[in-house]
Nanobody, 121 residues
Framework: QVQLVESGGGSVQSGGSLELSCAAS????????MAWYRQAPGNQRELVANINSGGDTMYADSVKDRFTISRDNAKHTMYLQMNRLKAEDTAVYYC???????????????WGQGTQVTVSA
């Protein structure tokens, strides 16, 4: 199994910014698509943004032009720069990778433990 460790969550006022990081640990050769999901209380988990190994990105309409996803393949790390945050962005944010090739084999659909983002109005 691959360990994904998120960091960078916290509390911020509306209009502020935060940057999340997700680092994959282990002897990793390649990671296919990396993604950020979020889940607010009482809501289903939703896709926020993803980025494939070639750098192509996709965003949910609700975060377009405010959030930027990126990755550093050499460090096996993904980032989410969140600007102009709104109260409705409050959620637990989860890191996900769809396929990762390691020295121990290929692992699919791996999740991080989540990091809380709270935006106060």
């Amino acid at each position: 199994q691959v360990q994904l460790v998120e960091s960078g969550g916290g509390s911020v006022q509306s209009g502020g910014s935060l940057e999340l990081s997700c680092a994959a640990s282990g002897i990793i050769f390649t990671i296919r698509t990396m993604a950020w999901y979020r889940q607010a209380p009482g809501n289903q988990r939703e896709l926020v943004a993803n980025i494939n190994s070639g750098g192509d990105t996709m965003y949910a309409d609700s975060v377009k032009d405010r959030f930027t996803i990126s990755r550093d393949n050499a460090k096996h790390t993904m980032y989410l720069q969140m600007n102009r945050l709104k109260a409705e962005d409050t959620a637990v944010y989860y890191c996900n990778v769809d396929a990762v090739t390691t020295s121990r084999g290929i692992y699919y659909d791996q999740w991080g433990q989540g990091t809380q983002v709270t935006v106060s109005a």
